[in-house]
């Protein structure tokens, strides 16, 4: 098991990523922020859902969903579409044109990792896509789930009661 130093190394490793991510932002279309790249992948990896189940695949409030969605709609990108069972329900819909938005996003991120990583060996990519797959899969569904608290082991359990002690001034 790895030592104390070596995880803080790797949370400050870890917090560097975000420089990452800021540069593959800017190379996004205008028209097109990082939240509608999530929309549509996740669209395309797991097909048409009702919005409650985006939200869910997107960690985020379903407000912070439905302003992504309506953005992504008004540019052509997904659509909503009448759910066949419940007629008052909408199911989200990538279209060709969100595909092809998405193709683009996934060809301006993948030249952009092929210049910066220019210098590493076919191998030392191969290591990172393993590593950083097996740190997902370390962390499992990190979707948010309402009412459980995640608390260090060695916290005590404190049961709340809005009951009073019957020996409160003893």
Request: aromatic share 2%; with cysteine.
């Amino acid at each position: 098991m790895a030592g104390q130093a070596q995880y803080e190394e790797l949370v400050r490793q870890l917090s560097a990523v975000g420089a990452v991510r800021r540069d593959l932002a800017r190379i996004m279309p205008p028209d097109c922020p990082a939240g509608s790249g999530a929309v549509l992948t996740i669209l395309d990896v797991h097909g048409d859902m009702h919005m409650s189940k985006l939200a869910e695949h997107l960690a985020v409030d379903l407000s912070v969903t439905s302003r992504q969605v309506a953005h992504l709609v008004a540019r052509g990108w997904i659509e909503r579409l009448p759910d066949p069972v419940d007629k008052r329900s909408r199911i989200l819909h990538l279209t060709p044109a969100g595909l092809d938005r998405l193709d683009d996003l996934f060809r301006r991120t993948t030249q952009l990792l092929a210049e910066r990583l220019s210098d590493w060996s076919d191998d030392e990519v191969g290591q990172l896509i393993h590593l950083m797959s097996r740190l997902r899969e370390s962390f499992g569904d990190c979707r948010p789930h309402p009412g459980r608290v995640h608390a260090p082991a060695d916290t005590p359990v404190i049961e709340e009661t809005t009951r009073t002690p019957a020996n409160a001034h003893t």
